[in-house]
């Protein structure tokens, strides 16, 4: 797809000008190939981790859930830079969004794959959690579990992991994915703190926790990549890489941002309410307007 968006864009002119040189469809182009580069990151990452016969199912979840929305959000943006090409039976453009369609509800729906990032994560700060207040009822006995608590909270907070593998050149980028790590964690023993045994009901916040670890995932995995295409080739060669993985970066550190601070400020009760009035009304609630 991103093939026949390039070859489209880069032979059709409007105003005398290759659609390919307007802004909006290079930022579609760049989009796709980006995103298309850190999936293939993030799935070879993974099939590192089958090879190794360890856990993968939060990264293979990670992989599904990106991988089946990134593919239609890039037949849908291809689809686009076509024009009306798109609708023809002859261009594959449309049997392509009817047949990746289906990816996001087969072998687990993305809702409920979101769920599952989300919860693995859970708990782990679920764990920790329960020894840290059992041991608040007997302090001096628990002291150890104290300490050890009090040790990983101050590692989390006050200092940040290290991605130490990653290239020096490309130190700015591990340093804020093992800052929003850090961050993450936090969130989730706060999470669990509050929600206690109905955490697994709050699926607003889930959903925006899943989304954070998969835009870590995607970072960590491409940082990989890069790093050794930077080891193989040098910096020079893997510019392109290079400018991949701090581009992307960059889009994820606003999302991550965004829904981290929407775990405390969010209108998710205006979001229930809505809802509320659809299904009463049997589906929209509202009078046409001008009728």
């Not at 209108?267 to 046409?288: C, N």
């Amino acid at each position: 797809m991103i093939k026949l968006a390039v070859e489209h864009a880069t032979q059709r002119k409007q105003f005398k000008t290759r659609i390919a040189d307007f802004e909006m469809i290079r930022e579609k182009i760049s989009e796709m190939t980006a995103h298309t580069y850190v999936l293939e990151s993030m799935v070879y990452m993974t099939a590192g981790l089958v090879d190794k016969k360890v856990d993968y199912s939060l990264e293979g979840a990670c992989c599904k859930v990106w991988g089946t929305e990134l593919l239609w959000k890039t037949i849908n943006e291809a689809l686009q830079i076509s024009g009306g090409n798109g609708f023809m039976n002859e261009y594959p453009y449309g049997r392509g969004l009817r047949d990746s369609r289906i990816n996001m509800i087969f072998e687990g729906t993305n809702e409920i794959l979101r769920l599952f990032i989300a919860l693995t994560g859970m708990k782990e700060a679920g764990d920790v959690l329960k020894d840290f207040q059992g041991a608040l009822s007997h302090p001096v006995s628990q002291y150890g579990v104290l300490k050890g608590h009090a040790q990983k909270w101050m590692r989390g907070t006050v200092t940040s992991y290290k991605l130490d593998k990653v290239h020096p050149s490309l130190a700015p980028e591990a340093d804020q994915a093992a800052k929003y790590a850090a961050v993450l964690r936090n969130a989730c023993e706060t999470m669990v703190y509050r929600n206690r045994k109905n955490v697994v009901n709050r699926q607003y916040l889930l959903h925006r926790i899943a989304d954070v670890v998969m835009d870590l995932y995607a970072q960590i995995a491409t940082l990989s990549r890069v790093t050794a295409a930077i080891e193989k080739k040098g910096e020079e060669k893997a510019k392109p890489e290079i400018e991949i993985v701090r581009w992307f970066a960059f889009q994820a550190r606003h999302r991550m941002v965004a829904n981290l601070k929407a775990l405390d400020r969010h209108k998710d009760a205006e979001a229930t309410a809505i809802s509320e009035a659809a299904y009463e009304a049997g589906g929209y609630p509202f009078d046409l307007w001008g009728w």
